[in-house]
């Protein structure tokens, strides 16, 4: 199985690797459009700041390439949040995947939120195997609002997507690579789904 981590400079690449190390598979990571087109799986990761990460993603084309992947790509954190529309962080522009803009938590509650909080209203094979309620690892400052792709839910002065989900396309806010044993479950569910690689790019 080819599983490609998309190479854009994100900050928690590392410990992603690992995450599908203990689960038996050797990720690649990779900014070559070619390399990313024939995986099996795709991960589109992200810790940092929404404008560089889009500038990052141009440079290689990848704003281009992301949305017509047709393989399983699972977009986490910032990865997620480039994957909606617009981000009010650096009033930047995504990739419109997911019909969403992303907004900034208010100031009654404290920002960034960091820690582990609890997901609800699972409704994805991303899913299967974990329990409603179950704990999570999430350190961010702006969310993406519930929506029509919205596959889970967390409260954090509000409630807001958790996870999203359209044809092909997954993303987690949290961080299933830091969330212990639900989140490795997260991981295996989404390397046993079904792909179809991009010919002739």
Same mark, same amino acid.
């Given at each position: 199985?080819?599983?490609?981590?998309?190479?854009?400079?994100?900050?928690?690449?590392?410990s992603?690797?690992? %995450? !599908?190390?203990?689960?038996?598979?050797?990720?690649?990571?990779?900014?070559?459009?070619?390399?990313?087109?024939? %995986?099996?799986?795709?991960? !589109?990761?992200?810790?940092?700041e %929404?404008?560089?990460?889009?500038?990052?993603?141009?440079?290689?084309?990848?704003?281009?390439?992301?949305?017509? =992947?047709?393989?399983?790509?699972?977009?986490?954190?910032?990865?997620?949040?480039?994957?909606?529309?617009?981000?009010?962080? *650096?009033?930047?522009?995504?990739?419109?995947? !997911?019909?969403?803009?992303?907004?900034? +938590?208010?100031?009654?509650?404290?920002?960034?939120?960091?820690?582990?909080?609890?997901?609800?209203?699972?409704?994805?094979?991303?899913?299967?195997?974990?329990?409603?309620?179950?704990?999570?690892?999430?350190?961010?400052? +702006?969310?993406?609002?519930?929506?029509?792709?919205?596959?889970?839910?967390?409260?954090?002065?509000?409630?807001?997507?958790?996870?999203?989900?359209?044809?092909? +396309?997954?993303?987690?806010?949290f961080?299933?690579?830091?969330?212990?044993?639900? *989140? %490795?479950? =997260?991981?295996?569910? !989404?390397?046993e789904?079904?792909?179809?690689?991009?010919?002739?790019?």
């Amino acid at each position: 199985m080819k599983l490609v981590i998309i190479d854009y400079g994100a900050g928690n690449i590392q410990s992603i690797i690992f %995450a !599908f190390k203990r689960l038996g598979l050797e990720a690649v990571l990779s900014s070559d459009p070619t390399v990313i087109a024939s %995986a099996e799986h795709v991960i !589109f990761p992200g810790v940092g700041e %929404a404008s560089s990460a889009m500038r990052k993603l141009r440079e290689h084309n990848l704003d281009r390439l992301i949305p017509d =992947l047709k393989q399983p790509v699972l977009g986490i954190c910032l990865g997620m949040q480039l994957m909606c529309n617009r981000s009010e962080e *650096g009033n930047t522009a995504g990739l419109g995947i !997911f019909d969403l803009d992303v907004k900034r +938590f208010d100031n009654s509650v404290k920002v960034p939120q960091i820690g582990w909080n609890q997901v609800y209203d699972l409704s994805s094979e991303l899913f299967e195997g974990i329990d409603e309620n179950e704990y999570m690892y999430l350190v961010h400052s +702006f969310y993406a609002p519930l929506g029509a792709d919205t596959i889970a839910k967390t409260d954090y002065g509000l409630s807001y997507s958790t996870a999203l989900k359209k044809d092909n +396309f997954y993303g987690t806010q949290f961080h299933p690579e830091k969330s212990s044993n639900a *989140g %490795a479950v =997260l991981l295996q569910n !989404f390397l046993e789904m079904k792909y179809q690689p991009i010919l002739n790019i």
